[in-house]
């Protein structure tokens, strides 16, 4: 009985071939998770949150203040070009006329950095007045950013006291 003299070495390049495609293989899907992860951490993430404030200091509007604040926790800057407060028809309401300590639009807002923007409570509550059935609850803050992108708050979370919007 003879043996085929090539039958080892062929079986020694197809062991060689698979180990060879594997790592081919596995280096590919390294590479693809790879840049899947730069590719999201590297675009802007930005949070839109609500608050009450009162602005203290010499020179500052008196009353209470409904702030606006986007945060940008991306790695990439992105532009906002306007902001305000959308009704659940999907309407919204603007800010035409901000407290001058509010951030200037359009903003750059860079990685890691915000923008804070003003309206009186009394302004909005009246622009609340005038819808009927509409609470402060019902109302999300938006801010628009230029890639078309629209952030917004959570909703509910902007707390306005009756006196102001009843």
Known sequence: MQTDPFALPAFILAIISLVVAT????????????????????????????????????GMPDGVFISVEAINKGASAVRIINWGFQLPSGEGITVYVPVPLSTTLPHMLEPGTNATFFVPA???????????????????????????????????SLKLAEEFWR
Do not use: C, M, Y
């Not at 059935?133 to 803050?141: Q, S």
């Open 122 to 156: 009394a302004n909005l509550g009246g622009a609340i007045r005038t819808r009927d059935g509409l609470t402060p609850r019902d109302l999300r803050a938006v801010v628009g950013l230029a890639t078309g992108e629209k952030i917004f708050a959570k909703l509910g």
């Open 23 to 58: 790592i081919g293989a596995l280096t590919g899907v390294v590479a693809l998770v790879w840049q899947i992860i730069t590719r999201t951490r590297g675009a802007h993430r930005v949070t839109v949150s609500v608050a009450n404030s009162v602005l203290i200091g010499d």
